[in-house]
Each structure stands twice: as structure tokens, then as C-alpha cells.
């Protein structure tokens, strides 16, 4: 179970809530007005296309974002007013076939899909057991000179819920036909779009020099959270996921559950704290602020070495819903 949501938790930290980068064919309305429809699906056409068929329907995206930092490649692509959204995170940075929901030996990434609508709902995730393949990413085209990313992808998303009775429920949703053409990509983080929001930490005793900062409220296994991540462009990341049952005070943290903690050193290389402390001094659902200073170790789900040290944490920020 610990496994599971770390690696949950460092696919949530990967996806972006950037502004969309539409690129040719997209618009920022109704689906409908794109210039592409259910048949134009031909990996030669240059309009730039995300859609994927399931529920009798296709799901044609007219907002897009995508990154391709460091070896990974994270699309999310949206759909109409209510943030619906498909999802695919992949490390690599090649063309290829690329499973979804298996973990490699001795490592804690994995390959992801997902899907979901932005309003606390639980998401269907491609992944079940981690051992077997829930789907593939073939990435036929990495268009460097252009930054554009094309290929197909299928994936069979798992979703778990709790019934009256306390037990675990699991729903599917087959993800088929899926395409992506000609999108556009960032290969770079950003920077922090509100100048205002500061955060700082030391990893084992050096600074932390964030490229960017993010605090998003997200769901995670079932739960509401607040999600604060800050990055640098090579993926290294520190990230903290709060419980919105917040309370002013000190509390432990670990690598789940309502205060939890995640140092990536890197994207393929995750560490989850096993022990520590964050302390929230403000935290104002009005003005959608959060103040507090933190602490942790972290150490890798399945070694026992290295472990980092993260301390003299602090952030101050506004969050985004």
C-alpha cells in the first residue's frame, strides 16, 4: 500500500497546471470547433489532434498541455468547462512502446495514465496490481525542432472506491483508439506565476533552488488534498501533500496519509519521508493561503540507502483549486 501511493503521489506531482499551450487545431471552447473529428486521426496530417474513444463516445481534447523535461513526457489534455481531463505520464525519451501500470525491478516510477474531471472525484488510473500492464504509449515521433510530440495510446483506467460497508469497490473504463499528433511541447518548467508565493529547504544541507512552485488542490486515493511541489527543470522535486482538514499546529509527517512528504532526486528516482514534522502557522480557504515551515528524511521505497535530508523547510502560498 505504501508503495502504491508513493508512486501515485510522484505521478500527481508530475502533472502540470500550467496555463494550456494550444497548439494548431486546438481552440480554447467547445470541442466541437476544433478542426478535426472522429476520423481525422491519420498520424501524417499536421493538425494537432488528442482524442480517445470510451463510454460509446470520443473524447476530443481542445485544451492541451505538454512537457518533455529531463526524460519524461507528461500530456494532460481538457475538454469543455468542467476540466475534464486524460492524462499520460511517460519515462523515456525516445519513440517506442511504453507499458502502463508496471513498476521495473527495483524501481519506484512508473508509466501512467489517467483520467478524471478536476472536482475532487476520484480518477481512473492505469495501473491495478503494478505487475500487470493496465495499457501502452507508443510514441512514434519526438519532433525536437519543432517540439511536438505524436502517437498512440490505449489503457484500461481502475478506480477505487468505498462502499456503505467500508469495503474497497473497484470500477474500470476502457480507454481505447487514443491519438496524439503534432502537440506541442515545453521543455522547461516555467517559472512561478505568483511572484508573491515563496518557499525554501535545504537538501542535506544545500539549498534548494526551485525553478518552479505549485499549490494545487488535488484527489489523491480518494482524498482532498493540498499539493505543494516545488521543482527544478531537471525534475528534481520536494513535495508535500496536506490533508484540507487542516489544523494550525505541528504534526508528523510521512510518505502517506494526511501529512505527507516526497523528495524526487530526480524523475526516476523517488524517496518518500519516514519521518519528520510540518508545522502550519496560517491557512485561510477565503483567500486560499497557506504558511508553514517543515522537516523531513526521506529514504527509497525499496532500498534502505541513500536517505537525503530535507530541513529548514518553509513555504507561503497561495493555492489554486
Not at 476502457?174 to 505568483?194: A, K, M, Q
Request: hydrophobic share 35%; aromatic share 10%; glycine share 8%.
Amino acid at each position: 500500500m505504501k508503495k502504491t501511493l508513493i508512486i501515485l503521489f510522484s505521478v500527481i506531482l508530475l502533472l502540470s497546471c500550467e496555463d494550456p499551450v494550444l497548439g494548431p487545431g486546438f481552440t480554447d471552447g467547445n470541442p466541437n470547433n476544433n478542426n478535426n473529428n472522429n476520423n481525422n486521426n491519420n498520424n501524417n496530417n499536421t493538425e494537432s489532434i488528442f482524442q480517445v474513444d470510451f463510454d460509446n463516445q470520443t473524447f476530443i481534447a481542445n485544451q492541451v498541455i505538454a512537457t518533455f523535461v529531463s526524460g519524461t513526457i507528461n500530456i494532460t489534455a481538457m475538454r469543455g468547462s468542467n476540466d475534464e481531463y486524460v492524462t499520460l505520464t511517460i519515462f523515456g525519451d525516445s519513440p517506442g512502446t511504453y507499458q502502463l501500470g508496471i513498476v521495473p525491478p527495483n524501481q519506484t516510477t512508473i508509466n501512467a495514465g489517467a483520467y478524471g474531471i478536476e472536482n475532487g472525484a476520484i480518477p481512473y488510473i492505469a495501473a491495478n496490481d503494478l505487475q500487470t500492464s493496465a495499457g501502452e504509449v507508443t510514441i512514434t515521433e519526438i519532433d525536437t525542432s519543432n517540439k511536438t510530440l505524436t502517437g498512440t495510446f490505449d489503457f484500461i483506467g481502475y478506480k477505487t472506491e468505498v462502499d456503505a460497508n467500508g469495503d474497497a469497490v473497484i470500477d474500470t473504463k476502457e480507454f481505447t483508439e487514443g491519438v496524439f499528433n503534432n502537440i506541442t511541447y515545453t521543455d522547461d518548467l516555467g517559472t512561478n506565476s505568483d511572484s508573491d508565493n515563496t518557499f525554501f529547504a535545504k537538501v542535506d544541507g544545500t539549498e534548494f533552488e526551485e525553478d518552479s512552485i505549485l499549490a494545487v488542490k488535488t484527489d489523491l486515493a480518494g482524498n482532498t488534498f493540498l499539493s505543494i511541489t516545488a521543482t527544478k527543470n531537471n525534475l528534481e522535486t520536494i513535495g508535500l501533500n496536506i490533508t484540507t482538514e487542516i489544523t494550525i499546529g505541528t504534526h508528523n509527517i510521512s510518505s502517506f496519509g494526511e501529512y505527507a512528504a516526497i523528495y524526487n532526486a530526480s524523475a526516476t528516482e523517488n524517496f518518500g519521508a519516514d519521518g519528520g514534522t510540518i508545522t502550519i502557522e496560517e491557512y485561510n480557504t477565503s483567500t486560499k493561503k497557506i504558511k508553514g515551515t517543515f522537516e523531513f528524511t526521506a529514504s527509497p521505497v525499496l532500498e534502505n540507502n541513500p536517505i537525503y535530508t530535507i530541513s529548514e523547510g518553509a513555504f507561503d502560498l497561495t493555492y489554486t483549486e
